[in-house]
C-alpha cells in the first residue's frame, strides 16, 4: 500500500523469512556459524534456540542458501507429531517410498535406513531440520535420537538441526533426553538485538527494500528499542504499522509519535488477545503470583548480599583485598567427580580468584590493588576480555583458557578457570586448587556464560573492514603471509582490499565462521592460535579434541 510512496520496491518489513533481510548482528552470525559448523561436521544434532521472532527460521534459511547442490535437505515445520507421523513425514519430505496405509514403524525406520545409505554412497549429505522443535514429545526426540545411530567408521548418516524456543533447551536437559544432549555437537541460544543493533537493523531492511534515506527518526528508534526489547519479529510489525501511519499523513518519515501510535495499536491487538486467551486462567495466575512473590521475597533476603557480590564479573568488586594462594604453589592435579565450591574459602571470593588464575596463564600477575575492573586492567596489559554465552564446543573453538560461571545446588553462582582439555576431561582451577574433571560433569554445572582474555593487535580499531589502512592492516597482512607461505607486503601502509579480503574469508571459512571477510574478535584469536606459540591454549592444536 505505502510502497510507492516510499519508493519501495517491496515491504521492507514482511515477517516471511527472507534471508535476504536477515541483519547479521554479533549474535545471528554466531548463530550462523554455528549452524555452518554442525552442518560440516561428521553428523549428529544441532541446536538453535531463541525467543520468538528472534530470527531463527531467517538464519536457518540463510544456511540453506549456503548448502551444496549435493545435499539432501528435508524441512518440518509442524512437529507436533505422534512418532509414526513424525516417520512418515521424514520419508515424505526425502522422497522416499513405503507401502500405502503402512503404520509399522519398523518399516518406516527400515526404508529410511536404506535412503541414508544410498545416499551416502552417492557421496551425499544427508540433513533435517525441524522447527518449532519444542513441541517434539519426548517419544519422537527418543526416535530421533535413534535414527542417527546408523553410521559409517567415520561419520552419521543423518544430521538432525533442531530450532526451537527456550523451553527446548530445559526439554533436552532432562535425565530422560540425556542421551540426545549427548549427541548434540553445536549449539547457540539467540537474544533478541542490542539497542546499538537496531538502527542498524531498521537501515538495513529499508536499504534492502530499495531505499537509502532512513525514515525513522533517532527518538523513534529509541522508542522502538523500548517497545519491542530488541524482538526483530516485533520490530518488524510496529514499523510496518508506522509506516501505514506516516503514508496515511503524507508524511516522508516515521516521528516518534507515529511510531507510538503504531505501537499502541500493535500491542493493544496483541495484549487483547492474550487476555481473551487466558481469562479463565486469570485468578489461578493471580494467586500463583502471589506465591511466587513471597518466596522470591524471602530467597533475595537471603542470598541478595552472596549473588550481589557475584553477580557482575566486570565490576569494581573483583578487587582482591586479601591474599590469595597463588597458582603456581597448587600440587599436581588429581582426577575429581565434582565441582563444589570448597568450603574453607568464601563463596563471595569466586571470581577474584578465578581472574588471578586467568591472569596467571598469561604469565601475569593480577593486582590485588588495582582499583578497577578485571577488563580494565587487561587492558593495561595489552589484552581484551570476550565474554560470552555459548556452550563447551564454541569455547573450544576459541581455544583459550576461560572462567565460567557455574551454580551449586543451593543456585549459588561462582567462578572457576578451565586451564586445559585433554580428550574427555578438564583441568580446571577452583578455589586453591587444581584438578581434572570429566567435561560432562562440567557442563551440567554450567550454563554457557565464561570468560576470555585475548590479545589485539597493535592499535586495533575494532573489527577491520574494507577500506581500512595502516598497521592494523599490515599486521593482518602478516598474519596471512605466515599461514600462506607469501611474500610479506612491502607497503608501509597497505590498504584492506579485495586481494586480502579473499584472504581472510578463505581463511574464516575453513575455520568455520561466517565467511564476511570482517575481522572481529574471534577471527584475530583464530589468527593469533594459527601464527602465535606463546599464546595460551587450552590445547595444542583444534585436531586434538
Not at 217 to 233: C, E, F, M, W
Not at 438 to 446: K, L, R
Amino acid at each position: 500500500m505505502y510502497n510507492d510512496h516510499f519508493g519501495f520496491s517491496e515491504a521492507p518489513f514482511s515477517i516471511a523469512p527472507d534471508p535476504r533481510y536477515l541483519y547479521m548482528s554479533e549474535q545471528h552470525r554466531e548463530a550462523l556459524a554455528h549452524l555452518i559448523f554442525g552442518f560440516n561436521s561428521d553428523g549428529g544434532f544441532v541446536l538453535l534456540t531463541g525467543e520468538v521472532g528472534t530470527g531463527k527460521t531467517t538464519v536457518c534459511r540463510c544456511l540453506l542458501e549456503q548448502v551444496p547442490e549435493y545435499a539432501a535437505i528435508a524441512f518440518i515445520f509442524n512437529p507436533k507429531l505422534t512418532v509414526e507421523e513424525l516417520l512418515a513425514t521424514i520419508c515424505d519430505e526425502f522422497g522416499i517410498k513405503y507401502p500405502d496405509g503402512n503404520s509399522s514403524i519398523k518399516v518406516f525406520v527400515d526404508s529410511i535406513n536404506s535412503f541414508l545409505l544410498s545416499s551416502h554412497a552417492e557421496g551425499r549429505k544427508t540433513v533435517l531440520i525441524i522447527d518449532e522443535a519444542q513441541n517434539l514429545s519426548e517419544d519422537v526426540l527418543e526416535q530421533l535420537r535413534l535414527l542417527t545411530n546408523l553410521e559409517t567408521n567415520q561419520q552419521k548418516l543423518l544430521q538432525i538441526i533442531l530450532l526451537g524456543q527456550p523451553e527446548l533447551r530445559d526439554k533436552l536437559a532432562s535425565q530422560e533426553l540425556r542421551q540426545l544432549s549427548q549427541r548434540i555437537i553445536a549449539r547457540y541460544h539467540l537474544g533478541a538485538l542490542s539497542k546499538s543493533d537496531i538502527n542498524s537493523y531498521v537501515r538495513h531492511r529499508l536499504s534492502v527494500s530499495g531505499t537509502k534515506e532512513q525514515l525513522f527518526s533517532d527518538s523513534a528508534i529509541n522508542k522502538l528499542y523500548q517497545l519491542t526489547d530488541g524482538v526483530p519479529r516485533l520490530i518488524n510489525v510496529i514499523c510496518d504499522r508506522a509506516l501505514l501511519g506516516a503514508f496515511a499523513q503524507e508524511r516522508s518519515d516515521v516521528s516518534k509519535s507515529i511510531l507510538k501510535k503504531a505501537a499502541g495499536e500493535v500491542l493493544g491487538e496483541l495484549k487483547k488477545h492474550r487476555q481473551s486467551s487466558f481469562s479463565k486462567a486469570a485468578i489461578w495466575v493471580s494467586l500463583v503470583f502471589v506465591l511466587v512473590i513471597f518466596g522470591v521475597v524471602l530467597a533475595t533476603t537471603y542470598y541478595k548480599n552472596e549473588l550481589l557480590n557475584d553477580n557482575k564479573l566486570e565490576e569494581s568488586e573483583l578487587i582482591v583485598p586479601e591474599p590469595i594462594i597463588p597458582v603456581t604453589a597448587m600440587p599436581e592435579p588429581i582426577l575429581h567427580d565434582n565441582l563444589q565450591w570448597p568450603d574453607n574459602i568464601p563463596i563471595k571470593n569466586s571470581a577474584k580468584i578465578t581472574f588471578q588464575s586467568l591472569f596467571s596463564q598469561w604469565n601475569i600477575s593480577y593486582s590485588q590493588g588495582y582499583n578497577d575492573s578485571m577488563c580494565k586492567f587487561a587492558l593495561t596489559k595489552g589484552l581484551n576480555c570476550l565474554h560470552k554465552k555459548g556452550n563447551l564446543r564454541s569455547l573450544l573453538l576459541l581455544n583459550r583458557p576461560a572462567a565460567l560461571q557455574l551454580f551449586n545446588d543451593q543456585g549459588q553462582s561462582y567462578y572457576i578457570a578451565m586451564t586445559s582439555v585433554t580428550g574427555e576431561t578438564a583441568t580446571v582451577i577452583i578455589g586453591s586448587e587444581s584438578i581434572i574433571i570429566p567435561v560432562s560433569i562440567i557442563e551440567s554445572h554450567w550454563f554457557g556464560d565464561y570468560i576470555i582474555l585475548w590479545r589485539p593487535p597493535p592499535d586495533y580499531p575494532g573489527p577491520i573492514r574494507s577500506g581500512h589502512s595502516g598497521t592494523i592492516v599490515q599486521w593482518l597482512d602478516n598474519q596471512l603471509a605466515v599461514l600462506n607461505d607469501r611474500p610479506l607486503s612491502l607497503l608501509d601502509s597497505p590498504t584492506y582490499g579485495i586481494e586480502l579480503e579473499t584472504e581472510v574469508k578463505k581463511f574464516q571459512a575453513l575455520e568455520g565462521l561466517i565467511p564476511d571477510g570482517i575481522v572481529g574478535a574471534h577471527t584475530i584469536i583464530r589468527l593469533n592460535t594459527a601464527t602465535d606459540y606463546y599464546v595460551p591454549k587450552l590445547f595444542s592444536s583444534y585436531e586434538e579434541d
